[in-house]
C-alpha cells in the first residue's frame, strides 16, 4: 500500500475539494492518502500553519481558493518545497469566465450561501422524511418521483440522496398479498420507478438484516423461492404499469439516484413536448 500525504487547501468548508479528491483516488488501487484538511483559509494567518504543515510533511497539495493572493502565496510555497501544488477549480471558473463573457465574483464559500436552491434542498428533505415507507400516500401528488420496490432494495437512502440534490423522492414498499394503494396509480404527472434486485442478492441483505435484529430467519421473507416470486411479480407490475425499472443488485446509492436523476430528466423532456 503506498502511502502520502495529501494536503487539501479551502477557503470554505472543503467539502467540494474533498469530494472531487476522493472521486479521483477512486481510479487508483493501491494508494492510502493521509488527508490533511485546511478549511476556511482565508488570510495569510490563516495560511501560515497550512506553510508549515506542508513543510513538515511534503505531499501533493490540492486547493480551492479565489483570493489571487493567497493563491500565489500557497504557489509559491509549494515551489519552494518543490511540492505539486494543484488548483482544482481554476480550469472550471476560467472555461466559464470565458464562456460566459464576465469574470468570477472571487467571493468563497458562495456554494454553501442560504439561497432559494437551499431551501428547496430542505424541503426535499423534509418531504422524502414525511413520506418515507408509503407514509402520507395522499402526498404523493407533490413528488418528483416515487419509487416502488420490494424490501431492502434501498427506497429510503435513495430518496434521502435525491433529497439532498433538491429532488421530492417518496417511495412505497411492494409486500406480497398488498395491493397498492389506489392514490399511487392514480397519480399522474409524476414519475414513478420500480427498483429490483436479483433474489440472491435480497436474501443475502435480509438475513443479515434478520439476525442483527435478532429475529426469526425461518420465513418467506429470506426464502429464496418466495424472494424469486416476489422479484417475477415486481417485474410484471412494473411492465404492466409502464413503469421503468431499475435493477439495483450491483449499483451504488449514488449510480441508483443517477439514473433516477436522467429518467426524471427525460421525463420532463417528454412532458415539454407533449
Known sequence: MAKFHLHLVSDATGDTLLSLATAALAQF?????????????????????????????????????????????????????????VPVMNPIIGALENFLGVESRELPGRQHVMDADYFERIDAIHFSLS????????????????????SRTSKTPTCMYLANRGLKAANIP??????????????????????????????????????????DTDTDYVDMQAVNEE??????????KGWPRIDVTRRSIEETAAAIIALHTQYLEDRAEA
Open 131 to 150: 413520506h418515507d415507507d408509503g407514509q402520507r400516500v395522499d402526498g404523493f401528488k407533490r413528488a418528483d418521483m416515487v419509487l416502488v420496490g420490494i
Open 174 to 215: 411492494l409486500v406480497p398479498g398488498i395491493a397498492l394503494p389506489e392514490e399511487l396509480t392514480a397519480l399522474d404527472n409524476v414519475l414513478i420507478v420500480g427498483l429490483t434486485a436479483a433474489p440472491e442478492r435480497l436474501v443475502e441483505i435480509r438475513r443479515s438484516r434478520l439476525k442483527y435484529l435478532h429475529q
Open 231 to 240: 422479484v417475477i411479480n415486481a417485474r410484471r407490475l412494473f411492465n404492466a
Open 29 to 85: 488501487e493501491g494508494v492510502e492518502p493521509d488527508r490533511h484538511m485546511w478549511p476556511m483559509v482565508r488570510s495569510e494567518v490563516y495560511m501560515a500553519p497550512v506553510i508549515a504543515a506542508i513543510e513538515k510533511n511534503p505531499g501533493l497539495v490540492m486547493f480551492t481558493l479565489v483570493d489571487h493572493h493567497l493563491q500565489e502565496m500557497l504557489r509559491e510555497e509549494c515551489r519552494r518545497l518543490q511540492v505539486p501544488c
